[in-house]
C-alpha cells in the first residue's frame, strides 16, 4: 500500500515536527519485535503528545482511507504493534500522570506510561497496583490494556480487565471516547471501556486510564517448592488456599529444564534447592496485617512434604531471597531466547485440568519433533501455561521453526478437546488470526465482525490482526 504525499503531510501538521518522523533509522526500533518473528515497514511514524493530536491524525485516516497500527511499548508478543506499510502511532509521548488519589485508590495515567511507573507511583503512596509482567519495564498501560495482559497476579487480583476504572480513546473516526470515571458501578448500558479493553488496537486508539489500586501487603512470603508432578503441583495449590484463607497471589510451575536455562543464560542465578526436581512451583501468599501468614505457609509446605506432594521447598527470609526466586521464574523467557529457536503457545485449560493436558499435548508435539525440550511453565493457578518447546539441543533452529505451523495447530487442537483457549494473555495479532476461525464458532465470528464493522467500518485500524477476513469459496 502506498500512502499518498499529501495525505502524511497533513498528519505530519497535525502533531507538529516534534511529533513525526520519517528517518528510517529513527523509526527501526519500533519495527522489529521481541521475538524477531515479525519486521515491519512504515511510511512515517507519528508521536502525538495528547489525545487532541490522536483525534486528528484519525480523522485525516477516516476521511483518506489511510490505515493505522497503534504500538506502546513494543513488547507485544503475537505482533499486533508492527506495521506492513501503515502508518505507525506510537504512544510513547502520552506520558501524563495525574497524582494518586488516596483515598479513592485510584491513579489516572496517559497511555504511554510504562507499567514500572504506576507501580512505583502507586507504591510511593503505601499502594499497590497488582499487575506485574517480565516486560513490565517497557510496557505501557495502553498496551497492557490493548492486551488486557495478565502476567503472575492475575490469581488475586484479575487481569487488566477488572483494573480499569475508567478509559479515554480516540475512535476511528477521530471522535473521543471520554469515560475516565473512577466508578466501581456503572449501569448505564453496554460498557464501551470494555470493549476496548482486549481490543488490540482494533477498535481505538487507548489515550488514558483510571486505575484501581489496592491496599499494599504488609506480609509477603515467597517460596520455591520441588514438586514431583503438575498433579502434585495443583494439589498443593488447593492445600495452600485452604489453609492461608485464599491468600495466594501467585502460584507458578516451573519444570527442571527452566531453571537450568535460567542458570545457564541469567547472570546471578543459582539452584534454590540442593537437589533437582523434576518439578517447581513458584508460590507467593500475602496478607494485609500482621497475621501468621509465614507460619501457615510453612505447616502447609511440611505437610505437603511429609504426604509427598512435594519433596522439598526453600521459604525466603528476605526481599533479596524473594527477588532472586523471583528472578528464576522472570528470567525464563530471556533464557529461552538466549538458548535458541523455540515455538511457544499460550494457552489456557480449566485449573485442573493442566496436568492432563501436558501428559497429552507434550507426547503429541514430541511425535512431530523428536527431540524437541518441552519447557512448560507459567501461571498454574490460572490455568495458563506457556507451553514452548525449544529447538532440539544441537538441532538447526531454521529447521525447527519450520515445524512453528504443524506444531501450533497440533496444540491448539488439543487445548480445544480440553475447553480450553488458544490465547490466554497475550491476544491474537498477526501469529493467531488465520488459526481463530479453526476454533471459534460461526457465531462468534459473525459477533466479532459486526463489532469491528460498527466502530470502524473503514477497516483502518490495525487492519489484518485479530480480526480474520471472512473467506469467500
Ligand atoms: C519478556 C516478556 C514477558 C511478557 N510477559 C507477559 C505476561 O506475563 N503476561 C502478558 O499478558 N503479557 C506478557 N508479555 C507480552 C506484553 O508485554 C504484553 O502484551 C503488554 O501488555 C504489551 O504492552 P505494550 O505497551 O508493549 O504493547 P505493544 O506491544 O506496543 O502493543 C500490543 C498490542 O496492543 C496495541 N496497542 C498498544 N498500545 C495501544 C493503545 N494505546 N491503544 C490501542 N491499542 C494499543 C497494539 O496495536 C498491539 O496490537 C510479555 C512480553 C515480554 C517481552
Redo the contacts with the bound molecule.
Keep these: 500500500m502506498t500512502v499518498p504525499q499529501a495525505v502524511l503531510d497533513r498528519m505530519k501538521d497535525a502533531v507538529g515536527a516534534k511529533g513525526f518522523s520519517t528517518d528510517q533509522n529513527d523509526i527501526a526500533p519500533y519495527l522489529e519485535?521481541?521475538?524477531s518473528k515479525y519486521a515491519g515497514h512504515t511510511p512515517l511514524l507519528l508521536k502525538p503528545a495528547m489525545a487532541a493530536e490522536v483525534s486528528a491524525i484519525l480523522r485525516i485516516a477516516h476521511e483518506t482511507g489511510t490505515p493505522v497500527?497503534?504500538?506502546?511499548?513494543?513488547?507485544?508478543?503475537?505482533?499486533?504493534?508492527i506495521p506492513h506499510g501503515e502508518i505507525l502511532l506510537?504512544?510513547r509521548r502520552?506520558t501524563q500522570m495525574a497524582p494518586v488519589d488516596e483515598s479513592g485508590m485510584t491513579v489516572t495515567v496517559e497511555?504511554?506510561v510504562?507499567?514500572a511507573q504506576v507501580q512505583a507511583a502507586a507504591d510511593d503512596r503505601n499502594l499497590l497496583f497488582p499487575l506485574?509482567?517480565?516486560?513490565?519495564g517497557?510496557?505501557?498501560?495502553?498496551?497492557?490494556?490493548?492486551?488486557?495482559?495478565?502476567?503472575?497476579h492475575v490469581l488475586r487480583y484479575g487481569?487488566?480487565r477488572a483494573l480499569v476504572l475508567g478509559l479515554q480513546?480516540v475512535l476511528p473516526n477521530g471522535s473521543v471516547l471520554d469515560m475516565l470515571r473512577a466508578l466501581h458501578k456503572d449501569n448505564t448500558g453496554y460498557d464501551m471501556k470494555q470493549m476496548?479493553i482486549g481490543?488490540?488496537?482494533?477498535?481505538?486508539?487507548?489515550?488514558a486510564a483510571t486505575l484501581r489500586l489496592f491496599p499494599k501487603p504488609e506480609v509477603s512470603v515467597t517460596a520455591m517448592v520441588a514438586v514431583p508432578t503438575p498433579a502434585a503441583a495443583l494439589a498443593l495449590m488447593g492445600a495452600m488456599q485452604a489453609r492461608t484463607g485464599g491468600m495466594l497471589s501467585a502460584f507458578e510451575l516451573l519444570p527442571r529444564i527452566a531453571l537450568d536455562l535460567v542458570i545457564r543464560h541469567v547472570e546471578g542465578t543459582r539452584d534454590p534447592l540442593a537437589a533437582p526436581s523434576p518439578w517447581y512451583v513458584l508460590l507467593e501468599a500475602t496478607s494485609g496485617a500482621a497475621t501468621d501468614l509465614a507460619a501457615s505457609v510453612e505447616t502447609t509446605l511440611a505437610k505437603a512434604i511429609g504426604d509427598g506432594i512435594a519433596t522439598d521447598a526453600v521459604v525466603a527470609a528476605s526481599q533479596a531471597q524473594s527477588a532472586a526466586l523471583w528472578k528464576l521464574r522472570?528470567g525464563v523467557?530471556?533464557s529461552q531466547k538466549r538458548e535458541g529457536a523455540s515455538i511457544k503457545h499460550?494457552i489456557s485449560v480449566p485449573v485442573a485440568m493442566i496436568p492432563d493436558f501436558i501428559i497429552r499435548a507434550t507426547p503429541a508435539v514430541l511425535a512431530i519433533v523428536p527431540g524437541a525440550r518441552p519447557v512448560s511453565f507459567?501461571?498454574l493457578g490460572d490455568g495458563n501455561l506457556h507451553f514452548n518447546f525449544s529447538a532440539p539441543a544441537g538441532g538447526d533452529g531454521e529447521e525447527f521453526l519450520a515445524r512453528w505451523d504443524e506444531v501450533q495447530q497440533c496444540v491448539h487442537d488439543i487445548v480445544q478437546t480440553f475447553g480450553g483457549s488458544i490465547s490466554?494473555?497475550?491476544?491474537i495479532?498477526t501469529m493467531k488470526v488465520a488459526a481463530l476461525p479453526r476454533y471459534k464458532s460461526h457465531a462468534e465470528l459473525d459477533a466479532l465482525r459486526a463489532i469491528k464493522a460498527a466502530f470502524d467500518p473503514k477497516n483502518i485500524?490495525?487492519p489484518g490482526?485479530?480480526v480474520p477476513p471472512v473467506l469467500r469459496l
Design positions: 519485535e521481541w521475538r497500527v497503534t504500538q506502546g511499548g513494543n513488547t507485544g508478543l503475537v505482533g499486533g504493534q506510537s504512544t502520552l497511555a504511554g510504562t507499567l506485574s509482567l517480565a516486560s513490565e517497557s510496557c505501557t498501560i495502553g498496551g497492557n490494556i490493548a492486551t488486557n495482559a495478565g502476567g503472575t487481569m487488566t480513546a476496548l481490543s488490540e488496537g482494533t477498535l481505538g486508539v487507548i489515550t522472570e523467557s530471556e499460550d507459567g501461571h490466554a494473555e497475550h491476544g495479532g485500524l490495525n490482526k485479530l
